[in-house]
């Protein structure tokens, strides 16, 4: 037998087979209909089926609604409402009583420092003390003189500076003492450092027997403490939409932490330089924190834009979720269907969905998907 011969037996038997399998399937005796079959057309977004009745259509809507710009950012503290706790007295620390991340109150003691400076300003305090008295007995003196002609007018004239000038200098002297921490009556070499405000302490820069003082640590600041009842949300925004946003403006915050939590904030300022790699600019949003917002944390920040734009609207149940994607159905011609990828906004009355892109208003789709839904998914 010739080649040729073989070859068209070959296409003989598998007719027979084609053909037999073609009887088995459509034979009447089934007792069964065949089923609504909904085929792929060789292109991953084009679905045809063999009855188009059963997948009506729906005209999307045409509304008009502001823009919503998402952007990403992190927390900060508010600068203004961080305070530095500063120890004005050189010396070494003998205690510390708070650490880094503590909430502190205000008021609270933080560290006590030894310090020589406190020897040095009760020392000037003491000899103040003595100078004002001496200098009040001669001013007094003089003033009982002055009425008999004993002194003359210039006498009297000294003493009574010479008494101003020791009260002046008993006063700088007991100052002294109070920058310090130091009370006159009770003096000690230790210095009590407390907290000047309430909050939680985001920086610590002593640790036990280090040096405290700008003379001797190199910084006066011993901690930072940062009232972090309301923060920054600091965020990226591209240039192309800055003209969407303003000063004042409010934002709606949602943390990666806690999906669920939405918090308001205000647009502080608008950064008047851009990142020369990325053109964005620096925006700055105050936050009220409601005990959940941490300095670092990720967050996404969702502004409306001043402008109101029109967008297509059409049925949720018009809308397939896919692989992490959102896809609507548009008629492609004959029985076939084109599937297009769209981005959702908002959830709008009477069960529609807002779409920003990938439809346009008077388009129409199917307006229910779940029919094409679990062979799309076998695909």
Request: glycine letters at 6%; hydrophobic letters at 45%.
């Amino acid at each position: 037998m010739t080649s040729k011969s073989i070859l068209i037996c070959a296409g003989c038997v598998a007719a027979c087979v084609s053909l037999s399998a073609c009887k088995r399937g459509f034979n009447p005796s089934d007792g069964a209909a065949p089923s609504q079959q909904v085929i792929e057309a060789g292109n991953e977004n084009l679905v045809s089926v063999d009855k188009l009745d059963q997948y009506p259509l729906v005209a999307a809507d045409k509304i008009e609604a502001a823009t919503q710009l998402n952007v990403t950012g992190s927390v900060f503290p508010d600068v203004s409402r961080e305070i530095p706790v500063i120890s004005l007295a050189n010396g070494r620390v003998v205690d510390i009583k708070a650490q880094l991340d503590d909430y502190v109150k205000k008021g609270q003691l933080l560290i006590k420092v030894q310090s020589p400076d406190v020897a040095g300003a009760f020392d000037i305090y003491l000899k103040a003390v003595n100078d004002e008295r001496m200098n009040n007995l001669a001013y007094v003196r003089a003033q009982d003189l002055y009425p008999h002609g004993a002194i003359s007018q210039s006498a009297l004239e000294q003493a009574e500076d010479a008494e101003k000038d020791a009260q002046a200098d008993l006063t700088a002297a007991e100052e002294q003492l109070k920058t310090l921490g130091v009370d006159k009556n009770h003096p000690s070499s230790v210095v009590n450092v407390y907290a000047p405000i309430s909050g939680v302490i985001v920086a610590q820069n002593v640790t036990q027997a280090a040096a405290a003082g700008v003379n001797l640590s190199g910084s006066a600041t011993a901690f930072t403490i940062a009232d972090l009842s309301t923060v920054w949300v600091i965020c990226d925004v591209y240039e192309n939409d800055i003209p969407e946003i303003q000063l004042g403006q409010m934002a709606k915050i949602r943390l990666d932490a806690y999906p669920g939590e939405v918090l308001t904030g205000r647009i502080s300022d608008i950064g008047p330089v851009l990142d020369p790699s990325i053109r964005t600019a620096k925006v700055r949003i105050e936050v009220a924190n409601p005990g959940i917002l941490r300095l670092g944390m990720f967050v996404t920040a969702t502004f409306t834009s001043k402008t109101k734009n029109t967008f297509a609207a059409i049925p949720s149940s018009a809308i397939l979720h896919l692989h992490d994607h959102d896809w609507a159905f548009v008629p492609a011609g004959g029985n076939d269907f084109r599937r297009v990828e769209v981005t959702v906004g908002d959830i709008l009355p009477g069960n529609k969905q807002q779409i920003l892109s990938g439809i346009a208003p008077g388009q129409q789709v199917v307006a229910n998907v779940l029919a094409l839904e679990e062979t799309l998914e076998a695909q």
